[in-house]
């Protein structure tokens, strides 16, 4: 029998909330709760849905997908005897009657009190590495139940022979090669790694066991996790601790290296977010998602953090005399690099926005924006949009001929800071349009005049998100700028935080006496009354793109809004339409020609069918090491084969980023590894010479 597992698990916008305890509240008072909810979002989301038994069934199945994901605690027979509450949920949310939890609760806790003892007994003993046997990853999200115990007991046994061999043969810096460790030196790291996977493993059941107040709150806040989520993917249900941690992780009050980390469901320490202007943010080598997998400080031994628990995490990144440290990250596409960081002060910086000069044929103006910041607790305040517009006179102080802005990777953020930007490349007119439940409004640029009315290249990719995809559809329909890359995420909603609270939760002050809920009250459509929900902003000239075979877009979410249209009479002249035709086929001609982009398209293909084919692991010895040894998935190389230095232009500082520079040997090194990013990477090079072909063109 061989054990079907997800081979991807991409969440791109994970919640920039730590976990934490669950507020103390009564059995008694728990479904108040879910009625508060319930209140909520049939009164404020945009297109809520009617709490019936088609509701009942699919929060049943989301439930038991959040509590047994794997499909590794419970048995058929539990699944059985839980199977009388399938049409029941709805009505116990009306009625207030959560009582079906304590009947879960029960059995959960046999189960993975069975499960913990399991871990311990499995891996007492080192397994027989000379069986052929064989572990399945695939996409199917179908997850079956097992039959009994002892079915149970055996897929335990092969996930763990499986995570043994993979720690021992899992890359652990950027030049550590695992696969050429022979039968000896496996010998002597097994038995550290099957202890590792014993405490990784027994800690992911322990947190369940002991990480709210009772079992019971730990069900009760998967319940109202998946009872939010059924609406759309971007309404969420956090606890208080969830939203109090975050808060604090960001006060700009001591010296911070900026990150913001979580575990996450694999019990891995994952950064959720970079403080806009921190030190993390500066190095322009770390993102959302990555992973931390270890971390060196003061010439001490690497502590090893892919095993660890999230408070030995917080010890090294929040205590106040280690200064200076080096992470071993892991990013998104598999691959490893070490990033050292220094703490400094978050505080508002002007230079949280970096922009340099391409010189070649002609000078290109080049910025990078990671996020739409802003002050959340005070949005009247200056934001991303005023940062840009400086670096923007700076950099036309420099006699630039055009600007390319890059929000690649770039999930959106503040909804005003987007329409500010925009601002500054148009005159007064319609940027977006929103609608909730009761109205529909425009949003409008509404100073007269621009910043910046030169030649303008955007690029964008399957990243690009949200506050990002509401600018670069508002530029292209007002013909103000190209869009270049690939297609974008497809995320066209707005979202509140509300507290949960039986007093005003319209009040976003108030404390939320039972956690809080962010909300999706909003949908957004372009100016030519359609949206970009699901099916993204297409881009005016389209590049190749690794990523476009992975089902990670919005449209590949659970429970997504459908893409519809509005009628709204919006009054706008936009400017004469680009060559659009004639900048894709030069493009398209050059991609042809080009190495680098061949590379892109053979690695895309493999992708494609690597994605979408069961991956079966040998769990022998030899079989293992030979499949690690000549796995084709190997983002890391791949990286590599696409990156080489442009002969088009030189990248160069601005006056004013010449004279920061020199007064700090840090920010120098940040800034000499910005630049070497910048001359290697294959979408700036085409960008430029689309840039050059759109100004010829112009002429």
């Known amino acids: ?144 139940v097992p039959a009994d115990i002892d079915e149970r007991n055996r897929r335990w046994k092969k996930w763990l022979k499986y995570q043994t061999l993979n720690r021992v043969f899992t890359p652990r810096g950027e030049d550590d090669h695992p696969t050429n460790i022979d039968n000896s030196a496996f010998q002597k790291l097994e038995a550290p790694a099957r202890d590792d996977v014993k405490r990784f493993e027994q800690k992911k059941v322990r947190n369940i066991l002991h990480e709210y107040n009772t079992l019971y709150d730990y069900i009760l806040v998967e319940f109202s996790t998946a009872f939010a989520l059924y609406f759309d993917p971007h309404t969420e249900y956090y606890t208080n601790t969830e939203k109090n941690s975050f808060e604090n992780s960001v006060s700009a009050t001591n010296l911070s290296f900026g990150i913001d980390i979580k575990e996450n469901t694999k019990n891995e320490i994952e950064i959720t977010n970079l403080v806009p202007g921190g030190p993390a943010w500066q190095t322009n080598q770390l993102n959302k998602g990555d992973l931390i997998i270890a971390a060196k400080w003061d010439n001490a031994k690497t502590v090893d953090l892919s095993f660890a628990a999230i408070g030995e995490a917080y010890e090294i990144l929040y205590e106040k005399d280690i200064l200076e440290v080096e992470l071993t990250i892991k990013k998104v596409n598999g691959s490893i690099k070490k990033v050292s960081i220094q703490k400094g002060e978050l505080v508002d910086d002007e230079n949280v926005i970096q ?34 517009a400086k670096k923007l006179l700076v950099l036309q102080k420099e006699n630039i001929e055009g600007l390319i802005l890059d929000i690649r990777n770039n999930g959106g953020g503040s909804v005003k800071e987007a329409i500010d930007l925009a601002g500054i490349c148009i005159d007064v007119g319609p940027v977006s349009i929103s609608k909730d439940r009761y109205e529909i409004e425009t949003m409008k640029d509404a100073n007269r005049g621009t910043i910046y009315n030169g030649p303008l290249v955007i690029m964008v990719n399957g990243m690009s998100a949200s506050a990002s995809e509401i600018l ?76 476009d075979h992975l089902e990670f877009r919005e449209q590949f979410e659970n429970y997504v809004l459908k893409a519809d249209s509005i009628n709204k009479k919006t009054y706008y002249t936009a400017l004469n339409s680009p060559p659009r035709g004639d900048l894709q086929e030069l493009s398209t001609s050059r991609i042809r020609q080009n190495t ?4 892109v398209a053979a690695i895309s293909d493999s992708v494609k069918v690597i994605y979408n084919t069961e991956y079966k692991i040998p769990l022998d010895l030899e079989g293992f090491r030979k499949a690690n040894g000549s796995d084709n998935y190997n983002w890391e190389a791949w990286d590599k084969q696409m990156r080489h230095k442009t002969e088009l232009f030189k990248v160069l500082n601005d006056e004013y980023t010449r004279e920061i520079i020199k007064m700090d040997e840090y920010n120098r090194d940040i800034n000499l590894f910005q630049i070497e990013n910048i001359e290697n990477d294959i979408y700036i090079e085409e960008s430029f010479q689309i840039m050059l072909d759109f100004i010829n063109l112009e002429k």
Not at 103 to 112: D, G, N, P
Not at 596 to 599: C, D, H, L, R, T
């Open 596 to 599: 680098w982009f061949k590379n």
């Open 355 to 388: 922009s340099f000069i391409l010189e070649g044929e002609k000078k290109i103006g080049y910025i990078f924006l990671p996020s739409f910041y802003t002050d959340w607790e005070d949005e009247t305040k200056l934001g991303c949009a005023n940062d840009l």
């Open 1 to 144: 029998m061989t054990l079907i597992l997800r081979k991807h698990s991409f969440k791109l916008f994970t919640i920039l909330f730590l976990m934490g305890s669950f507020p103390g509240i009564s059995h008694a008072q728990e479904c108040k709760q879910m009625q508060i909810l319930w209140e909520m979002i049939s009164t404020y989301h945009v297109q809520p849905k009617a709490l019936d038994d088609q509701l009942s069934q699919a929060l049943f199945q989301d439930l038991f997908n959040a509590l047994d994901p794997a499909g590794v605690y419970f048995i058929e027979s539990d699944m059985q005897q839980f199977k009388k509450f399938r049409f029941e949920l709805d009505d116990a949310i009306k009625n207030g009657d959560c009582s079906f939890i304590t009947e879960i609760e029960t059995v959960y806790k046999q189960r993975l009190e069975e499960t913990d003892t399991l871990i311990a007994q499995i891996l007492k003993t080192t397994f027989d590495y000379k069986v052929k046997d064989e572990i399945t990853f695939s996409n199917d999200l179908t997850k079956s």
């Open 472 to 547: 670069s559809a508002a530029l292209q329909d007002h013909n103000r700028a190209l869009i270049v890359g690939s297609t974008t995420y497809g995320k066209s909603t707005g979202q509140n935080i509300l507290p949960v609270t039986s007093g005003d939760f319209t009040d976003y002050n108030a404390d939320g006496e039972y956690g809080y809920l962010k909300l999706t009250s909003s949908i957004f459509y372009r100016i030519t009354n359609k949206t970009h929900q699901v099916v993204g902003v297409v881009p005016d000239v389209v590049l190749p793109d690794l990523y």
